[in-house]
């Protein structure tokens, strides 16, 4: 495999985005600058693949500006906690700026809006804005709840498991952050049709939590069931799970979202258009991800199935 001279630094590179976002443009010979927070076996395993490893923060312009240096197109993904997303990317936009860089891929989210009155929302909407009025080739993917998501926060117990979330009965079309890999890499790729642009990105079909758990049932072959949650006691379990008060509170805000407004919902064929291949549905994702449902999730907000 011989590497072209374009350079794509891929920012959140050891995060369930960025490891395949690294992969897929690696195979197609590709040079890839991985940004990592922490040199450990994860960013190691990057290095094995081929990409050059730099180690820094979002928060520090000095590494940020580093890490630019001779970037053709860059993947933005700040995390959720801590909530700083703002100041990142106005670090990332000017350090990118300076630096020449021609385009950047930048991680949103479905449910950004101006109008938005929790925190994650409105600043993603302000933090595209920002972008777009940088000089560079600018797209922002707006992505439903992550497939990925339903084994982090799910309770298995001997032979059956549950799903106990702030749900509702409200709908959404899980996506699998394997898929938006493929779009990601491909927009790096070749950018200039992508300029300015927002794509919101689903999995292939609209379900609400039950029917994702009959889904995950058939494929498991344990009995699977969703239990809908009030907020409060989802958050007070995910802070005993070791999760942050903030990201308990975030979440609780988005599942109030997700039940009273349509701003997770929805399907379209850009995965397919963009990526190349259809996404994963439900099934083929608890299929790819077993071993993921044969323990507790990382979130499980119960211990025990009743």
């Known amino acids: 495999m011989s590497d072209t001279t374009d350079l794509f630094l891929i920012t959140g590179a050891t995060g369930k985005t960025g490891v395949p976002t690294v992969e897929l443009l690696r195979q197609g010979g590709f040079r890839v600058r991985a940004l990592v927070h922490t040199l450990d ?70 449910p950004a809006r101006r109008e938005a009155q929790y925190y994650g929302p409105r600043e993603h909407w302000i933090a595209e804005r920002l972008l777009d009025r940088t000089p560079m080739m600018t797209t922002h993917l707006r992505p439903t709840l992550f497939a990925d998501w339903l084994s982090w926060q799910w309770v298995r117990h001997e032979n059956q498991g549950v799903l106990r979330l702030p749900f509702g009965s409200a709908r959404h079309a899980p996506i699998a952050s394997a898929d938006q890999a493929k779009v990601i890499a491909a927009i790096l790729a070749n950018p200039a ?3 300015r642009q927002v794509y919101p990105l689903y999995g292939p079909e609209e379900l609400d939590h039950h029917e994702i758990a009959q889904k995950i049932s058939k494929t498991l072959g344990i009995p699977v069931r969703y239990e809908p949650v009030d907020t409060e006691s989802f958050a007070a379990a995910l802070r005993a799970q070791g999760g942050s008060p903030f990201l308990a509170q975030y979440l609780s805000n988005v599942a109030r979202d997700y039940q009273t407004s349509d701003a997770f919902a929805g399907t379209n064929n850009l995965v397919e258009t963009i990526g190349g291949t259809p996404p994963m549905t439900v099934e083929q994702y608890t299929t790819a991800s077993r071993t993921s449902f044969e323990s507790q999730g990382q979130y499980a907000a119960w211990a025990s199935v009743a």
């Open 193 to 195: 049709p992508h300029d």
């Open 41 to 110: 076996d994860r960013a190691t395993q990057l290095h094995e693949l081929g990409a050059e490893v730099v180690q820094g923060d979002l928060l520090d312009f000095d590494a940020v500006s580093s890490a630019m240096m001779g970037v053709t197109a860059a993947y933005f993904c700040y995390p959720i906690d801590p909530p700083r997303l703002l100041e990142a990317t106005a670090i990332f936009a000017q350090a990118a700026t300076e630096a020449g860089v021609g385009a950047v891929v930048n991680m949103s989210q479905s």
